[in-house]
């Protein structure tokens, strides 16, 4: 847990404004000098593997407005080797931080910084070595100038001379304005007691969550009126699959829906304000989302300065996961062998179906020995998303034509649709760029039971 130092605070008492509880007053709600925790999408790398990364801009302390990164590493102890020492059990890797600038023209040019680091672990019995649940975060700090960079990270394992690398692409906005604002960081846990904050590295909510809380800080010039606007909206990646843009016929973009939208407007008076807001979870679908935050001048409307940070909704445990076994065997179907589905229905108890059921998923597990087995999360989620958006009558979503296309191939990258008129029936076209394939699917019945015009392999689907 990281402590906030230098506090003062005008007014201790919580707001709740449309759902997202403020803490503090308007014209001062938290101020704290502390090195940030908060991260942005350009510059948040969100990891399922080896290790993760947030990287954070903020303003500096140089009186100039200069920006500055803090970077924040996060290895699981199960991706480190640990050798018997005299109490107990240690670990050790070093990390190496490559800082590139990237030109206008997305080339890699000169090494900016470059930094060298160490962390050791120590573990008092064996046991708590494979614990998955257990990290160990460091933490640096890097001055740097607004612009393009790719941080290129290398941890190595001291005992086991493994090497993991990871390439993050970075943009670090300007924060020498009248008006900015620094990135955003994920909270997972706040103490309003003694004022300290834990960051949410990875990112990812539980979908059993209530909501989470996000800190930013605000910096001006002078006392101002602004107003602030906080958004949710579906982010383009999932992790897995883009998520489309819905397209008219005639190829005009439409944006993925808002999910949510809050607005305030405050009196801000001390150079540098820091905000800690929740964000609550009941109308956030399970995939990727953005949280943006803006402020502008409540009169002309001008926005001064934005911030965003993706994050991702995840289903929390098999349970989350599956409302009913035989229906998620069932739906099995389209990526199983029949011999598959046979032995797992055949199991001579509920336990030995469950076990069979989790050993079909085991052998698919992309990042084997971890909690999360990623591509049965993915598929679930496919799942329910059909069921959500193509059930029609009696008939589940993800036995229709495009719940079936959706489970196989994921979210297209376009969706044009045209409604019925007296030309034609209704149809949607719908395109998957990344594999070549345009599916079409016709209305024959005029009741939204859209069917598959050609069968997915089928020569007439290739886009080239």
Do not use: C
């Amino acid at each position: 847990m990281r402590s906030i130092r230098n506090i003062t605070v005008s007014m201790n008492r919580s707001v709740v404004i449309g759902g997202i509880r403020w803490i503090g007053s308007n014209a001062m709600l938290v101020f704290i000098t502390i090195s940030f925790l908060f991260a942005a999408p350009s510059i948040a790398q969100m990891v399922d593997a080896d290790f993760e990364v947030d990287i954070v801009a903020a303003r500096s302390d140089d009186g100039l407005g200069r920006p500055k990164v803090d970077i924040y590493t996060r290895v699981p102890v199960t991706q480190m080797s640990f050798v018997r020492s005299a109490t107990g059990f240690t670990a050790g890797y070093d990390i190496t931080l490559d800082a590139i600038e990237w030109d206008e023209e997305d080339r890699l040019r000169n090494l900016v910084q470059s930094r060298i680091w160490s962390a050791t672990v120590t573990a008092n019995a064996f046991q708590e070595t494979q614990t998955e649940s257990r990290f160990d975060v460091t933490t640096q700090t890097l001055a740097i100038d607004p612009g393009k960079y790719l941080f290129e990270f290398e941890v190595a394992d001291r005992n086991s001379n493994r090497t993991y690398v990871r390439s993050v692409p970075v943009t670090v906005r300007p924060m020498s304005g009248a008006v900015a604002l620094s990135d955003i960081t994920m909270v997972e846990s706040y103490d309003e007691a003694d004022f300290s904050i834990v960051p949410r590295v990875d990112a990812r909510v539980g979908s059993d969550e209530a909501g989470f809380q996000a800190f930013y800080e605000m910096y001006v010039d002078g006392e101002r009126q602004l107003m602030v606007t906080r958004t949710v909206r579906p982010s383009r990646m999932d992790g897995m699959d883009a998520i489309p843009r819905r397209t008219t016929l005639e190829g005009e973009e439409m944006e993925p829906t808002v999910e949510i939208v809050e607005q305030e407007q405050i009196t801000v008076s001390t150079a540098t304000s820091q905000f800690i807001v929740t964000v609550p979870m009941e109308d956030l679908k399970v995939g990727a989302h953005i949280l943006e935050v803006s402020i502008s001048d409540p009169v002309s409307g001008i926005v001064y300065a934005k911030a965003e940070r993706p994050f991702m909704v995840e289903w929390n445990g098999l349970a989350s996961h599956i409302e009913n076994l035989d229906d998620a065997i069932a739906q099995l179907e389209y990526i199983a062998e029949a011999r598959d589905l046979n032995f797992i229905r055949e199991a001579p108890n509920e336990a030995e179906r469950i076990k069979r059921f989790e050993t079909f998923w085991d052998k698919r597990d992309p990042t084997p020995g971890t909690v999360r087995n990623e591509r049965m999360e993915a598929y679930y989620y496919r799942i329910n998303a059909a069921n959500r958006d193509y059930g029609v009558s009696i008939l589940d979503g993800w036995k229709t034509d495009r719940g079936y296309v959706l489970v196989r191939f994921g979210e297209p990258d376009h969706i044009r649709r045209k409604p019925h008129s007296f030309d034609y029936e209704p149809y949607e076209i719908w395109t998957f760029e990344r594999i070549g394939r345009q599916f079409i699917f016709v209305d024959k019945t005029g009741f939204g039971d859209y069917e598959l015009l050609f069968n997915v392999w089928d020569e007439r689907t290739r886009l080239y």
